[in-house]
């Protein structure tokens, strides 16, 4: 069975100060490991795709790395806008291209003026 | 901009009623949509995968009489909440993927249900 384990559950940071959320798994052939960020009453909002050991995508401020048992999602300088849960999920390679996900309980993160 | 469009956002209902919710994939056509639920300070749980033009799969202990999903289109998917009871209430949230071999999957803003 497929497996996600995000941590910290929570992360309060300042303005400024850089920090990194895990997301370790495990899974029968990894066909892609997703981030998204989740405002509060909103949908899942994409972030990054990673498909391989040793692959790293960025965005702004977020920088997402994997390897073959985690991921890690970078954040430099936060500011108070980054403020949201942040979401790893999985999806199996022996499943399909369109095959489920399975998702991590996800990372509140609050980043102080 | 969105991709993916669920409507309503809200519902509030008595016990006993039906309620439908709908997802539609924007400027793409998804032979394959999933709905989720989301508890407060918990996950997205995949509860069903809709297939255009088939049956649904449902994950394992979903209700398939409960929860009824129609895919007649393939913009356009539905869930149907029969008899929702107090026990029903969540957050409910559709996906479809987009681009290359089917990914990523996008999501809905979600449908906020209350059954009183």
């Known amino acids: 069975e497929d497996q996600v384990t995000q941590s910290p559950e929570a992360l309060r940071l300042q303005e400024g100060e850089s920090s990194s959320l895990n997301c370790s798994y495990t899974?029968?052939?990894?066909?892609?490991l997703f981030w998204y960020r989740q405002d509060p009453g909103k949908g899942p909002e994409f972030l990054f795709t990673?498909?391989?050991a040793g692959e790293e995508k960025e965005k702004e401020r977020l920088k997402a790395t994997l390897t073959k048992k985690e991921s890690f999602l970078h954040i430099t300088a936060p500011k108070p806008e980054d403020s949201a849960t942040y979401l790893c999920a999985v999806q199996a390679g022996d499943t399909g291209a369109n095959s489920k996900l399975t998702f991590g309980k996800g990372i509140t993160l609050s980043v102080r003026p | 901009g969105a991709v993916v469009s669920q409507h309503p956002s809200w519902v509030i209902c008595k016990s006993g009623t039906s309620v439908k919710i709908e997802c539609r994939s924007l400027d793409f056509q998804a032979t394959t949509m999933f709905w989720y639920r989301q508890f407060p300070k918990q996950s997205l749980m995949l509860m069903a995968t809709s297939n255009e033009g088939s049956k649904a799969t449902y994950e394992q202990g979903v209700e398939k009489d409960k929860f009824l999903i129609n895919h007649a289109s393939l913009t356009l998917s539905t869930l149907t909440v029969t008899s929702a009871h107090p026990e029903d209430s969540s957050f409910y949230i559709c996906s479809a993927p987009k681009g290359t071999g089917g990914t990523p999957q996008h999501f809905g803003d979600g449908t906020r249900l209350s059954i009183l």
């Open positions: 990673l498909y391989s």
């Open positions: 899974v029968s052939g990894l066909r892609g």
